[in-house]
């Protein structure tokens, strides 16, 4: 993958999803012209959100279907592991920044405490 592929973290899939004036000028400003995926932890974190509606279960899927969701291989695992230990992430966490590192991706995210931790471990930008 590329420099101009970009991992999204849950809380901006779930921006993007609402529409939000920031998540919408990052989108046309700099996540357009690039590959979007989702850490495989963003898809069931999405779609197991309690009390989730069909209609937000669809947007969701139809989001999912435009991006590509990126498992949570034996490599993805093994750094996740390592990162938690050596960052003090929480599981989520440290899955989505070890996906974004196992494929070189950017990472997008809003959290300011996972940019800092991530910093050094791969690229990161923040809306």
């Known amino acids: ?3 101009s592929d970009f991992l999204l973290d849950t809380n901006v899939v779930i921006d993007l999803l609402k529409g939000l004036p920031a998540a919408r ?3 046309r400003s700099q996540l ?3 590959r979007l995926f989702a850490s495989q932890i963003t898809r ?3 779609l197991s959100f309690p009390g989730i509606q069909r209609d937000e279960e669809n947007r969701v899927l139809a989001f999912l279907g435009h991006v590509g969701v990126l498992p949570v291989s034996a490599g ?3 750094a996740a592991i390592s990162l938690r230990k ?3 992430l929480k599981v ?3 899955i989505i920044l070890a996906t974004a ?3 070189g991706c950017t990472l997008v995210s809003r959290d300011a405490v996972l940019i800092r931790k991530a910093a050094g471990v791969v690229p990161c930008l923040s809306p």
Do not use: C, F, K
């Open 32 to 34: 357009a012209s690039g």
């Open 44 to 46: 069931i974190e999405l």
């Open 86 to 88: 050596g960052h003090r």
């Open 92 to 94: 989520p966490d440290a």
């Open 76 to 78: 993805v695992e093994a």
């Open 101 to 103: 590192g196992s494929h």
């Open 25 to 27: 000028t990052l989108y």
């Open 1 to 3: 993958m590329s420099g």
